[in-house]
């Protein structure tokens, strides 16, 4: 990525499939260390260093190309933010295959979407929605990468992020965490409060402890580099670490997808292709009856009543019944790839890869 202290980018739409042109992947020009001068500059509050642990991670995109995700694991990476789009004009070619891989792999993994403020709020987040549906157990609250001002006055990009925000949590349960730099948050958002709720994924490139703005006094996630080496990946690969223990990691994620996490007790799910945390409930495929999660067994269930969560089989008009999770079926209303969640519908599915927003296909019905 380059080295800018306040990128250029740009507002315009870009036709679906086509690379907008600009490096709109995360810290696009976010993590200088310096100030309008080219001077290092303490900034609005002190260096924050972390409470204790970190944890290691990545943030990635289609410039990472083909990932070994096995090995990204192997070496040290515990958690992967994968970019879904760039707005609604440039949908990551990769997105499906990263998502798949990161879970396959036992990672934690998280969503991140280049925010384009000039472009159709409720569009992008509805992308990020059908993507997430009810986000599984080891998936991070979705991210919005604010990094482009599509040359809009701090209080109207302020008011489009709230706005991306609020219609995320509404449609996921979860608190976004916003993605920004310093600078940019400060003078061109106008440093809100509003979201002192929401975790800080900060980008600050330097070998000291990241420099922070308002309303944040703590970070969650920081983006240190843009230039690290990873196994697995080629090229430069953006670093990450988290705010704390893997533990506390799994904790924030809703619980591990890859079992373990803070002492919790998991069962692995056939239907699901996961290790489920405690209470969870699974219409399981083999017999389409209700199981829970109780002291690492599945324990039958008359209903799902009081279930911490549950996945559920989907209706399907197409097929005129429902199916299990992860079945993956294109309906003849409009050709569309959808995956069974356990909750919805979702899209994007890979039909060639047979994977999608649940992982990979347990069933495919094409037309």
Known sequence: MRKLLFVTLLSASCAVGGDPGDNAKAGAGLGSDVDSTGSPEVGILARVCAAGTTTSGVDVSYYNGTIDWARVKAAGNEFAFIRISDGTGFRDPQFTAN???????GMVRGIYQFFRPTQDVAAQADMVIAAVGTPAPGDLPPVIDVEATGSLSPATLASKVRAWVDRVKAGTGLDPIVY????????????????????????????????LTAPW??????????????AGMSGAVDLDRFNGSLDELRALAGGSGTGGGGGATTCSSATMAADLPEGVCVQAASDQKWYQCEAGSWIQQASTTGCSRTYAWCQSATLGRAVPPRTCVQPASDRVWYQCNGTIWATPVDAAAATGPAGACAHEYPL
């Open 217 to 230: 006094d703590t970070w969650a996630f920081w983006q240190y580099s843009e230039s690290g080496k990873v």
């Open 180 to 211: 920004t730099g310093k600078y940019f948050w400060r003078d061109q958002v106008g440093g809100p409060t509003s979201f002192a709720g929401n975790a800080l994924w900060i980008a600050q490139y330097t070998s000291l402890c990241p420099d």
């Open 99 to 105: 998502w798949a891989g990161a879970r396959a792999a």
